[in-house]
């Protein structure tokens, strides 16, 4: 099984910038198609972005379009989602995740493993 551990979260002031990373701590991830989701308090998990094995093809949710980005690290077995020009209403809890499953799912009952997520507050 794989383990997902994500960092890079905090707090940080409207317009800011954070990276989040998502690594395996167990297996690997190189493999599989990975998304990262985001919940805020009383809201429903909500996608944000999906890339392919190779790194290509993101699909990003319209929300964050033209502000984040979704990468990934062959090498260092992480995928990572840079945020720029961060607004309160990003604040949330961030989530990676893998799915076994081909394309870009963007419905989270397609992904399997999940990582314990990582705050991101953004102050006005």
């Known amino acids: 099984q794989v383990q997902l551990v994500e960092s890079g979260g905090g707090l940080v002031q409207a317009g800011d910038s954070l990276r989040l990373s998502c690594a395996a701590s167990t297996g690997t991830i190189n493999s599989y198609v990975m998304g990262w989701f985001r919940q805020a308090p009383g809201k429903e998990r909500e996608f944000l972005a999906v890339?392919?094995?190779?790194?290509?093809?993101?699909v990003y949710a319209d929300s964050v379009k033209g502000r984040f980005t979704i990468s990934r690290d062959v090498a260092e077995n992480t995928v990572f989602l840079q945020m720029n020009s961060l607004k309160p209403e990003d604040t949330a809890v961030y989530y990676c995740a893998r799915t076994r499953k081909w394309g870009r799912p963007t419905d989270s009952q397609s992904y399997d493993f999940w990582g314990q997520g990582t705050q991101v507050t953004v102050s006005s």
């Open positions: 890339i392919g094995q190779s790194g290509g093809g993101p």
